[in-house]
């Protein structure tokens, strides 16, 4: 039996607190273009769908109605954090001043296992990566 292949990742779909408040975040921060809104059918949750420009990652926001409203934790079960790539250390420097720009709290660059990087949150307290190709 030959083995199943994928050739990338199609979207990340991430649950929120308020659809409107971390959409506008998302565009603000990370430059990501509206793309469509859909509807709550049979609960699935309201969703909006940002695009990332130049490419086919779409990054998917879901308000569930039954949400709770308690921040997100990468030490509870599901999501840990979302690393996006940055070509080079030169460009996570201008990462690092556009954050700074905009009051964004984040991590001073650091160095991971396979790159350098900037920690910073969502409004939901998501943990995003800014990470880049190599050291």
């Not at 308000?63 to 070509?87: M, R």
């Not at 905009?102 to 307290?125: F, M, Q, W, Y």
Request: charged share 25%; net charge negative; with cysteine.
């Amino acid at each position: 039996m030959e083995q199943p292949t994928f050739s990338s990742v199609h979207h990340v779909n991430l649950t929120v607190t308020d659809l409107d408040r971390s959409a506008g975040w998302y565009m603000k921060v990370l430059g990501l273009v509206p793309g469509w809104e859909m509807a709550d059918i049979e609960g699935r949750g309201k969703k909006t769908v940002l695009l990332v420009p130049n490419s086919s990652l779409r990054i998917v926001l879901t308000q569930h109605k039954a949400n709770s409203g308690e921040p997100a934790s990468e030490f509870c079960t599901g999501l840990d954090h979302v690393a996006l790539t940055v070509e080079d250390r030169p460009r996570l420097e201008v990462w690092a001043r556009w954050l700074d720009g905009l009051d964004v709290s984040h991590s001073a660059i650091k160095e991971g296992a396979t790159g350098c990087l900037i920690t910073l949150r969502d409004p939901d307290n998501i943990q995003l990566e800014l990470y880049t190709v190599s050291k």
